[in-house]
């Protein structure tokens, strides 16, 4: 699976797209944000108010209960504004 950071997830976790194999019991887009925050500091920092981190899976908004069921990219990022 693909994981694509933007704004300030890519600039605490200090890349912009890494390649993952998920434990098969990560399931949905919380479970993976869970799993994601165990992979180190730099990730628990971007991640750690899970509730305001956006997700894309394969380039369509999800909520986090979402399930990550044939899901080749996920993409991170926060909350936006416009104006």
Same mark, same amino acid.
């Given at each position: 699976?693909?994981? #694509?950071y933007?704004?300030w #997830?890519?600039?605490?976790i200090?890349?912009?797209?890494?390649?993952?194999?998920?434990?098969?019991n #990560?399931? !949905?887009?919380?479970?993976?944000?869970?799993?994601?925050? !165990?992979r180190?500091?730099?990730?628990?920092?971007?991640?750690?108010e899970?509730a !305001?981190?956006?997700?894309a899976l394969? =380039?369509? =908004?999800?909520?986090h209960?979402?399930?990550?069921?044939g899901v080749r990219?996920v993409?991170?990022?926060?909350?936006? !504004?416009?104006g």
């Amino acid at each position: 699976m693909k994981l #694509v950071y933007f704004a300030w #997830v890519r600039e605490r976790i200090g890349m912009a797209e890494e390649t993952v194999e998920p434990p098969r019991n #990560v399931e !949905t887009v919380q479970d993976l944000l869970g799993w994601l925050r !165990t992979r180190g500091d730099a990730y628990d920092f971007a991640l750690g108010e899970s509730a !305001t981190i956006r997700v894309a899976l394969d =380039h369509d =908004h999800a909520d986090h209960d979402a399930s990550l069921a044939g899901v080749r990219e996920v993409a991170l990022f926060p909350p936006m !504004t416009g104006g």
